[in-house]
């Protein structure tokens, strides 16, 4: 026994588990490391799993921390130690996926929005908006709520509260593609300095102008760097925003 509650059991019916729809993909290179581990010094840690219904309709037992210990198991044909955990809702089983695997190996951004899509919209916008353009995923959200201001603090986004409330995401995510584009070399300060001149700009933006001001500065452009003076050039050349 752990605690008061939480059992280890074991068993060699791998079939008895079932994939996570919102759980990152299979890494092989991962498993393969698991699988050296386990040769060197055995099995050191349970898998965590939650038996529930609130996912499929019907209950299965789900791998939400160490899919990847239970598939190099599985490999080597060795039975997987689990412990069950109760979840009360869908949000509660992502928060829970989150801080188990943060203990082991931290997720990524997209890690938390490909979790949070299966039951937040916005969550599936930014999504799509990440296989339509090649953009930062902070940036895509930067967007969203129109508030370059993000980059700074993600917490929303892995928490589960990010929504969208920029009305015109979608065709700003499209103009700054095309700028993200040309700008492609630049290092991801810069990136943000045109982000939050875009930001502030798309009011009265003019879309032509600035690419045309891109191009026409593109010499300049590529040699920015992190400093005080790339903001105030990038609004007054690129945007022609006052300084």
């Known amino acids: 026994m752990i605690g008061k509650e939480l059992k280890v059991s074991t068993t060699v019916d791998y079939s008895k588990f079932a994939v996570l729809p919102m759980n990152r993909g299979i890494d092989s290179k991962h498993v393969q490391k698991m699988i050296t581990s386990i040769r060197k010094m055995g099995v050191i840690r349970c898998v965590i799993t939650t038996t529930t219904d609130i996912i499929e309709g019907e209950k299965k037992r789900y791998i939400i921390d160490g899919q990847h210990l239970a598939t190099a198991l599985e490999r080597e044909g060795q039975p997987i130690p689990y412990i069950d955990i109760a979840i009360e809702s869908e949000e509660d089983l992502i928060a829970k996926m989150a801080y188990l695997n943060n203990s082991s190996k931290s997720w990524d951004m997209m890690n938390y929005i490909n979790a949070w899509k299966m039951i937040r919209p916005d969550y599936m916008k930014l999504f799509k908006w990440k296989n339509m353009y090649d953009i930062e995923v902070t940036m895509l959200a930067a967007i969203g709520i129109n508030s370059a201001g993000i980059k700074h603090s993600t917490s929303s986004i892995k928490t589960g509260d990010f929504q969208i409330t920029n009305p015109k995401a979608e065709d700003m995510c499209k103009a700054f593609n095309d ?26 933006y003019n879309h032509t102008k600035v690419m045309s001001n891109i191009e026409k500065h593109m010499k300049t452009v590529k040699l920015l760097t992190d400093g005080d003076s790339t903001g105030t050039y990038i609004r007054t050349k690129i945007f022609n925003l006052p300084k």
């Open 179 to 204: 700028i993200f584009l040309k700008i492609g070399m630049s290092d991801r300060f810069v990136k943000f300095q045109f982000l939050s001149a875009f930001l502030q700009a798309y009011g009265t």
